[in-house]
């Protein structure tokens, strides 16, 4: 469907469709995840993936915390339409505000995972 949307549209059009989607997705997040500590939230975020299909995982370091993702559920998505990798690092920051998260691994990349470092700010 969105390669039929791009051919009608624009491959822009749809690209700043999927972002909007996903800062509203971002907004569902921060809502459902609430003001508590980071680990909780980090916490609750890993939990909320792994019902949206992604094999997902936390843990805590010395710098802040790492979400790592071992699968890509929206992966034939992202074949057509590559951006959105970068919506997803945007969704993480928006969900936890007080945070600046950075990607440490890319599955889209060639690496085995996406993995995300999680710092309070």
């Known amino acids: 469907m969105l390669d039929t949307l791009a051919e009608t549209v624009g491959k822009d059009q749809v690209s700043n469709l999927l972002r909007k989607q996903w800062v509203r997705k971002a907004l569902e997040y921060r809502q459902r995840l609430g003001n508590g500590a980071l680990q909780e939230r980090v916490a609750s975020l890993v939990e909320i993936r792994k019902t949206e299909g992604y094999m997902a995982e936390w843990h805590s370091t010395a710098d802040g915390f790492v ?25 993480f920051e928006l969900a936890l505000q007080d945070c600046k998260v950075e990607r440490t691994h890319w599955l889209a990349g060639g690496e085995h995972r996406c993995g995300y470092l999680v710092q309070a700010k």
Request: proline fraction near 4%.
């Open 67 to 91: 979400i790592t993702e071992y699968n890509c559920a929206i992966s034939q998505i992202v074949e057509s339409f590559p951006s959105v990798c970068g919506n997803e690092l945007e969704m």
